[in-house]
């Protein structure tokens, strides 16, 4: 009976620790235990930002993890200290009391540190996440006019963010969601300046975002002629949501303000489709795109 009192902190501990994820696990798998499946049989179509919400919820798990063992693992240390003394001399039990709240602040420094870091990336990828949804709300306002617009297109090892099928042609939409500086010129702040080459925000140039759409236009061109058989010329586009794009020169990609998507789509050039090749076009899409399984 004895011995069971002095493990008793460690069973106490990992009894709790056993109630929890028991509870986390039952309330996960309610809907199979009452014996109910889902109503939709069909995939859904991808979402503005799919990819970088996925990234977000796995990174909100680990925030979740990392927070439950920075609570419990102090915890734990000093269960198996409180343990630990009834089977150490007097003597020694200053030394490990000393080694126990070395490792436990190196833990809690350890986990405090990668935290920050996962919160850091998170604040990113969720700045990235609704700039692909203001942009994807504004594009959506497209299909009234008969457009096609799909969302998080898969590619080989990435996503393109938007793409705009239409009679005026097909358009892969790079969005590039910045924080604004703040000063006293607001105006200041808000106005990216394009060259055709580069873009000249109040805090710094931005080259990578012009090229990264060219490729990923390239790409989907090439992936399109396979997909339907005939060549298929695609636009690239930079949408920056809440910025104002001033053209300081001729030439390069449409970079614009999402707002003013519809002037674009509506341009007219010598590569208009018909309408049978824009459903040849939107079938192949929609066949990638829709691969969102109901849960």
């Not at 439950?68 to 240390?77: G, K, Y």
């Not at 105006?187 to 055709?196: C, E, H, R």
């Not at 090229?211 to 058989?229: C, H, M």
Request: proline content about 4%; hydrophobic content about 40%; charged content about 25%.
């Amino acid at each position: 009976m004895n011995g069971v009192f002095m493990y008793f902190p460690i069973i106490l501990f990992f009894g709790i620790f056993a109630i929890i994820a028991s509870v986390l696990y039952l309330l996960r798998k309610t809907r199979q235990i009452k014996g109910k499946r889902s109503p939709f049989t069909d995939n859904f179509l991808r979402s503005p930002g799919e990819s970088l919400n996925k990234k977000i919820m796995e990174i909100n798990d680990r925030v979740t993890e990392n927070l439950v063992l920075l609570i419990t693992t102090p915890i734990l240390l000093y269960a198996i200290y409180i343990s630990s003394l009834h089977f150490s001399n007097p003597v020694n039990s200053e030394l490990t009391l000393d080694i126990y709240v070395i490792a436990g602040i190196g833990f809690v420094v350890y986990s405090l540190i990668r935290l920050v870091k996962l919160l850091n990336l998170r604040r990113s990828y969720q700045l990235g996440y609704e700039g692909e949804i203001a942009v994807g709300q504004e594009l959506n306002q497209l299909m009234r006019d008969g457009y096609y617009v799909y969302h998080d297109f898969p590619g080989d090892k990435f996503n393109i963010d938007h793409i705009v099928v239409g009679a005026s042609g097909v358009f892969a939409v790079e969005t590039k969601a910045r924080s604004k500086p703040t000063s006293k010129d607001r105006k200041a702040d808000a106005k990216v300046k394009y060259d055709g080459r580069c873009l000249q925000f109040p805090d710094g140039m931005d080259v990578q975002s012009i090229e990264q759409a060219k490729r990923q236009a390239e790409w989907l061109s090439k992936w399109l002629r396979s997909a339907v058989g005939e060549a298929v010329k695609v636009r690239p586009v930079v949408a920056l949501p809440g910025w104002f794009v001033e053209r300081v020169a001729s030439g390069g990609i449409r970079v614009i303000n999402p707002k003013n998507f519809r002037s674009i789509a509506k341009t007219k050039t010598g590569s208009n489709l018909s309408d049978q090749m824009i459903s040849r076009i939107v079938h192949q899409l929609e066949r990638k795109c829709r691969d969102v399984k109901p849960k």
